[in-house]
């Protein structure tokens, strides 16, 4: 009886929908509004310990779900914004959150955390991204956009405020799969440098460099971004790359920018921050982003002027990865058998709650991504307005 209080303490305030749990012992409480019929039906079908669910209730509930200790009945992506949206509920309460050890970012670790991450195979990214593999953010200009458009339009809206001209010479720090650097090369006319920790990216770029014949406008290393040095780029990109790095890290990123960024250049940093301040996941940094740390606004901003970078833009695109996120849900709900057959149950339940939780996630601003346009101190060169 004292683990089903506990339960129904950590639930009572957690819903406005109304909200149906089954016990394991088969009885049935609900939450939220009285109502009508339950919007989400949760069944608990083993007991979980109160000790677990206390010291981390996102990394135990998270697991339960994926071995189906947990099941959901109703839309995901929903439930986790209602329990966001609840003020006094778990999600917020300081007595169900735990410290998290520090967590190692050297190189080696780094490297690892990446590889497990980007390196499961491009054969995986490619069942559910675009065609364009980008996996970061778009940018929307109308709901009705495809992905595939967003996610052009989101590199034209970079590149446009880096006030570009032909023969600028441009580096992406974390690369991706190089759709960026791709555009600026065709589209722009600059010579770019991509640098990336992912073998399979890495290997992917190069086929394209090789394929398309453009050894003398792109090339892309398998490095280290604290290995840069010793050349001056006139635009630095980097997008979805900070979030990487740590929050011991984040003064020597910086620094790394500064350092390449010529005295007349522009960067765009373009990344997850969280206006209430630096924050991490035990589940996600367990199962799906090893090393991850979402920093503070106000930490970044500090970071970066400390640094000697003058910010001159800052642009949210929290709505546009919301909706990149419902578009990426709906491509893997569509290849549930075929991640099923080739990864298993809980690696498919991991991801499709990790894409939906995010979702939600950026729908209750609790997580933002923001765009931010970097220069030296007195660039008075480039135009007092950006493009985009």
Partial sequence: ????????????????????????????????????????????????????????????????????????????????????????????????????????????????DIHSHYDLGNDFYELWLDETLTYSCAYFKTPEDTLAQAQINKVHHILDKLFIKPGDTLLDIGCGWGTLMLIAVKEYGVKATGITLSEEQYHHIQHIIEAEQLQDQLKVKLMDYRDLKGEAFDHITSVGMFEHVGAENLQEYFEVVQRNLAPKGTALIHGISRQQGGAKNAWINRYIFPGGYIP???????????????????????????????????????????????????????WDLYLQACAASFQASNIDVIQYLLVHPDNNDIP???QA
């Fill in 1 to 112: 009886m004292l683990q089903k209080e506990v339960y129904n303490q950590l639930f009572k305030w957690s819903f406005s929908q109304k909200t149906e749990v089954t016990y394991w012992d088969g009885s049935v409480k609900e939450y939220g509004q009285t109502e009508g019929e339950p919007v989400f039906k949760i069944k608990i079908n083993e007991k979980i310990p109160v000790k677990d669910l206390v010291n981390n209730a996102s990394l135990t509930l998270g697991e339960a779900y994926m071995d189906r200790k947990i099941e959901i009945e109703g839309d995901i992506q929903a439930l986790i914004y209602d329990v966001y949206n609840q003020k006094d509920g778990f999600l917020h309460n300081k007595d169900f959150k735990k410290w998290l050890p520090k967590e190692s970012h050297s190189k080696k670790k780094s490297l690892e």
């Fill in 296 to 350: 503070g606004v106000t930490e970044l901003v500090e970071h970066m002027t400390q640094t000697d970078l003058q910010i001159i833009d800052l642009e949210s695109l929290r709505r546009d990865y919301q909706l990149t996120l419902e578009h990426w849900t709906k491509n893997f709900h569509e290849i549930k058998k075929t991640i099923v057959e080739q990864k298993g149950d809980a690696f498919y339940r991991m």
């Fill in 384 to 386: 007092m307005r950006r």
